[in-house]
């Protein structure tokens, strides 16, 4: 893959996307809030929620932490969540 390509984010990761979407609306905060605490911009943000780029391990566990999100669980969730 030439450089600066980027895959897009596969099934997993959509999924782990919907589960931060769905718990950042539950916690009645804005991606700008969001973002300013896991230094990540509101753009940049927007992207890994609609999984439109793939999320790192650290920002996940960024996002959790900031969301007080077990990680662990969040991704169990979304993986139940893709399957059939």
């Known amino acids: 893959m030439p450089s ?3 895959r897009p984010p ?4 959509r999924a782990i996307a919907n589960v931060l979407s769905d718990a950042l609306g ?16 509101q753009s940049q943000l927007s992207k890994l929620l609609r999984a439109e780029r793939a999320l ?6 960024r996002i959790c932490r900031a969301l007080a999100l077990d990680l662990v669980d969040v991704i169990t ?4 969540a893709r399957r059939p």
Not at 10 to 13: F, H, I, K, T
Not at 26 to 41: F, K, N, P, R, T
Not at 56 to 61: G, H, Q, S
């Open 4 to 6: 600066g390509t980027r």
């Open 56 to 61: 790192t391990i650290d920002e996940l566990d």
């Open 26 to 41: 539950d916690a009645g905060i804005g991606q700008s809030e969001l973002g300013e605490v896991v230094g990540i911009s």
């Open 10 to 13: 596969g099934p997993l990761s």
């Open 77 to 80: 969730r979304a993986d139940s």
